[in-house]
């Protein structure tokens, strides 16, 4: 199995930028689809962003598109979320999660992810 550890959450000012890290140790990270996703206080944990093994395909939440970059780099086993011109609305705990996939398989439903960080929170201002 392999363990997901997050960082570089914060509290930042609306228009702000962060970038997530997770760190993968245990198995090959290359060997999962990974995707961010978010829970705020009192709602449900949603997705965010997805990423293929191969670092190829995307896909995005309506609400973070054009403003958030997913991205990983299989030889650190690292994956990065890139947040920018951040809204209050964006607040939330911030997880990595890994999941079983094709090589170019984009994974976007929560139930599919079997292995998931402890999270990081991103507190937004306005």
């Known amino acids: 199995q392999v363990q997901l550890v997050e960082s570089g959450g914060g509290l930042v000012q609306a228009g702000g930028s962060l970038r997530l890290s997770c760190t993968a140790s245990g198995r090959t990270f290359s060997r999962y689809s990974m995707g961010w996703f978010r829970q705020a206080p009192g709602k449900e944990r949603g997705f965010v962003a997805g990423?293929?093994?191969?670092?190829?395909?995307?896909r995005y939440a309506d609400s973070v598109k054009g403003r958030f970059t997913i991205s990983r780099d299989n030889a650190k086993d690292t994956g990065y979320l890139q947040m920018n011109s951040l809204k209050p609305e964006d607040t939330a705990v911030y997880y990595c999660a890994a999941a079983y996939a094709s090589v170019s398989g984009v994974v976007t439903t929560l139930e599919a992810y079997k292995y998931w960080g402890q999270g990081t929170q991103v507190t937004v201002s306005s």
């Open positions: 990423m293929s093994r191969s670092g190829g395909s995307t």
